[in-house]
């Protein structure tokens, strides 16, 4: 790959600009519009046919040419209005159309070959089904078209295929025709009567099942739901359909929006590089967020289902009525539409069990990403590969800045915001900046200062300090707020932050922090603010970003003492957690000290009886005790360290998990057999809660007393009559190391060996097995009758579990896993770009890493810079890794 680079002012930053990349500021209007689009498939293995149908409009740019996008096309004829065209030229990316009247007809024929794309991008066979994905730039891949999202166009899609291999032909929109031709094939035509860019169209064609349901809307519309599976899935239909007319609801009762079209169709398909799609009226989905029934999935994957669901059905507002107008602006949908995803999941299920799954995502994953070389804000200000840029940061980090501007605003406000939002703007393309100015307008509170969350990137470091006198009652708390430079932005500005807090009194009580209010939100805004709270008569316990209302990195002076009062009397069950995971924190950076200077671990009773009192506090919800029980990961916890030490940060983190295992025993065979639940299966929070400790406890004890644990785990799995229950007693064998481990594996493969989705199960657990055979095991399941290389679940659930999840192992010294991870890369470079970048995340996050290391991931990352053929998406995570 050549490369050039030229240097440019920009601000006082100084950039280095690689020709390769597109840029926020460049951004111009399209000087062509689309009205319609007529597509027509005549599908075949390696030769589909496509012809595009289009009504083009100059709407600018005087003489400039039509420049259409288009990959791996074959041109088979061009035409305006009805001539054969010669007035063009095939360019890389696309082909420029030039001396073109300013309104006509253009027709293009192309030819492509879905059997051998395995970027699964475009048009592409997954098993024996045609289906597409087509954001972010995957429709050039179809045709040459203005694939980009600014350019909405009335879309009719006629397919033609196999009557008997295909007979369902779906596209977006009402089926309007069909009928038979010769040959054994058969057509159906669909009219998309909302305008759309191409990233939402979507075909599918294959023989399913399908199971059939209708929703009635609030204005009293009847709604086709139709949910297309591989044949003979049937069975695991009933949890997706039901999360879709949940969603329905919630989307109407809480954001007041109604779906739109006549039908709502889902298709489950097994080859899919990531968790499902929103396309107009035909959701293609993983089928990992489809299929579930209680023997094959667990209750974690039904929540997982239901929040995808939701997610891609509340996307028909956010995303598809309302539409990006660029890509730079994708968390306008995604942040977005990941808060309402949160919120439906929140309103459904437990609130704080939710807020504490969102925030680990931000703690083990979001954080390493803004420190790392990939940084960015929000809305990046210049992206290489789009496909690189859904990331944790655009949707998670989005999702707290849309949850911050809740906190700001009020459920109202925000509600009338996004009322203003909806009526200034459905139809079109939009900018973040539009959303904020609706909500401004809506609210009347002044956002100008808030919006520099959208163009910053970086974790704020908020430093917080207090005082209290005595003489006049008062309380001070002071915040410093730091905002380091990072990889792509050196000037950092101070942000507007929410700091949500409560003062508690020594009995536990929260104090009047005026007008009767126990709970308030101040807002941080400057580099350093005091806050005086009066009429106090007693130092206070401050309770800090309750609800973590800010994605910040904060820290305060607590005591052991301090932090014990919090777990035990924080009103929000929330900072309960937070304060039980400073707790543990703080501890395991301690230990992590104390081995380095060569002296024992060790930990205080205090620590230990303040995870003793959760576990015998009946008032809490089974499932928040088992959160409490769950730590900073490995790789989360690289976090806490300025230089991490690999090997002390695994030793550390074992003995304390093993110490509170340990001290705890007898408290956990006590709930252990309390939350085993009996009968028959239900995914309702109760049960959910219940089997989460359950299993917590079963792994704590393997940790503790393997003989009794081994016990139970057998127990435990012949007892059990769905899959939660049997995989928590398989995770217990497994981190446990017992006796029984190597038996109830291969018990489980032999039941389950044709089922894809279940076998990830397993093969995420054996990648995660602290052994050092890990490595070995991992290369030898390649060959397994289970696996297969070239479908994106099997790859993440043993290599991305295992560079994820298995950190100790990946970071071995001798640099094998490094190596592994490089030897994968390059296999999947040509393949599967795409997940390729995906996987490649803890292979460019090492700069809190020792030298050896350091050096050591760098060699390998040369050696993938070195290949011929480095795709664009790995070429700009490799490159700005070494840059860094
Ligand atoms: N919008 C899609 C993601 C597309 C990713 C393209 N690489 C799914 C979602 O966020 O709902
Ligand atoms: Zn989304």
Known sequence: MSQSSSIEENNEQVIEKNPQEKHLADYQPSDFLVDSLDLEFDLYDQNTVVKATSQVKRVGGDNSPLALFGEQLNLRSLRVNQQTFENYKLVEGGIELVELPEQFILEIETEINPLDNKAFEGLYKSGDAFCTQCEAEGFRRIT?????????????????????LYPSLLSNGNRVEQGDLDNGRHYVKWVDP?????????????????????????????????????????????????????????????????????????????????????????????????????QSATDQDYLGIEAVIGHEYFHNWTGNRITCRDWFQLSLKEG???????????????????????????????????????SHPIRPASVMEMNNFYTVTVYDKGSEVIRMLHTLLGEQKFQQGMGLYVERHDGQAVTCDDFVAAMTDASGIDLTLFKRWYSQSGTPQINISDHF??????????????????????????????????????????????????????SLTQKEQTFVFKGLSEKPVPCLFRGFSA??????????????????????????????????????????????????????????????????????????????????????????????????????????????????????VTLYHQHHVAGEYQPNSADIGQRKLANCAIAYIAKSDKTLANELVLKQIEDSNNMTVHLGALQAANSGKLACRDAVMADFDDKWFENGLVMDKWFALQASLSSDS???????????????????????????????????????????????????????????????????????????????????????????????????????????????
């Not at 879309?155 to 295929?161: C, L, N």
């Not at 299920?349 to 931000?362: E, F």
């Open 194 to 294: 909302f305008p759309k860019p191409a990233y939402l169209f979507a075909l599918v064609a294959g023989d399913f099942d399908c199971l059939r349901d209708t929703f009635v809307t609030k204005s009293g519309r009847t709604v086709d739901l139709e949910l297309f599976v591989d044949k003979g899935n049937l069975d695991k239909t009933a949890h997706a359909m039901l999360s879709l007319k949940n969603a329905m609801k919630w989307d109407e009762t809480r954001f007041n929006l109604e779906y739109d079209l006549d039908i709502y169709m889902i298709v489950a398909v097994d080859f899919f590089n990531m968790g499902a799609m929103e396309n107009k009226g035909l959701n293609v989905f993983n089928s990992k967020f489809v299929l579930a029934n209680s």
């Open 774 to 884: 890990v490595l070995a095991n991992i290369e030898a399941l390649f060959a397994h009758r289970s696996f297969d290389y070239s479908n994106p679940n099997r790859l993440r659930a043993l290599v991305g579990t295992f560079v994820n999840a298995n950190s100790y192992y990946f970071h071995a010294i001798d640099g094998s896993g490094y190596r592994f991870l490089t030897d994968q890369l390059i296999k999947l470079n040509s393949q599967n770009p795409q997940v390729a970048a995906r996987l490649i995340t803890p292979l460019i996050q090492f700069k809190r890493l020792d030298k050896t290391r350091i050096e050591l991931i760098k060699s390998q990352l040369q050696r993938l810079l070195a290949i011929d053929d480095l795709s664009l998406d790995l070429y700009e995570k490799v490159s700005k890794a070494l840059a860094q």
């Open 144 to 164: 040459y078209y203005l694939d980009r999202p600014d350019v909405l166009a009335k879309f009719s899609t006629k397919i033609s295929a196999d009557k008997q």
């Open 551 to 668: 994605p910040v990195k904060y820290t305060y002076g607590y005591s052991d003492e301090q932090l014990l009062h919090l777990m035990r009397f924080a009103s929000d069950e929330f900072s309960r957690w937070d304060a039980g995971q400073t707790l543990f924190n703080k501890y395991l950076v301690s230990n992590v000290l104390l081995k380095q200077q060569g002296q024992a671990f060790t930990l205080p009773t205090l620590f230990v009886d303040a995870f003793k009192s959760v576990l015998l506090n009946d008032q809490l919800d089974p499932a928040l005790i088992a959160d409490m029980f769950e730590f900073i990961s490995e790789s989360g916890a690289m976090e806490l360290f300025d230089c991490v030490d690999i090997e002390a940060l695994h030793e550390a983190r074992n003995y304390i998990i093993k110490t509170l295992a340990t001290s705890l025993q007898s408290d956990f």
């Open 336 to 374: 977005l539409t990941v808060f309402r995803d949160q919120e439906f999941s929140s309103d459904m299920g437990s609130r704080p069990v939710n807020r504490i799954a969102n925030v680990k995502v931000m703690r083990n994953h979001q954080f390493a990403e803004d420190a790392g070389p990939m």
């Open 469 to 522: 006198d005595a003489s006049t009652n008062s309380y001070q708390l002071t915040f410093k707020q730091k905002n380091l430079p990072t990889a792509d932005q050196k000037k950092k500005e101070p942000l507007h932050i929410p700091v949500d807090i409560e003062l508690l009194d020594a009995q536990g009580n929260a104090l009047d922090l005026g007008n009767a209010q126990l709970t308030k939100v101040i």
